[in-house]
């Protein structure tokens, strides 16, 4: 069992930065891949970015090169630093936690971008 909590949303106005973290518990979190996941009104949950228990990052092409996705294993947390954000980020985030079987969320933070 993993336990994920997610803080660090709120909001900005277009072009700030936010930093989203993930605090994880309950399992051996090095071993999971992670993600970051968004879901705004009336649309399907995204893949954000992800970062696998190597190290290797993925992003969504739409937030390529405003986002970066951390882990530190030592804190059992997961990051999420977004720069130059746009309105169409604003959704609730979710951190998500995957080692087979398993598949893990948080209940999700609000992210709104506006001015």
């Known amino acids: 069992q993993v336990q994920l909590v997610e803080s660090g949303g709120g909001l900005v106005q277009p072009g700030e930065s936010l930093r989203l973290s993930c605090a994880a518990s309950g399992s051996i979190f090095s071993i999971y891949n992670l993600g970051w996941y968004r879901q705004a009104p009336g649309k399907q949950r995204e893949l954000v970015a992800a970062i696998t228990s190597g190290g290797t990052t993925t992003y969504a092409g739409s937030v390529k090169g405003r986002f970066t996705i951390s882990r530190d294993n030592a804190n059992n947390t997961l990051t999420l630093q977004m720069n130059s954000l746009k309105p169409e980020d604003t959704a609730v985030y979710y951190c998500?936690?995957?080692?087979?079987?398993?598949?893990?969320w948080g209940q999700g933070t609000q992210v709104t971008v506006s001015t």
């Open positions: 998500n936690a995957q080692h087979y079987p398993s598949n893990y």
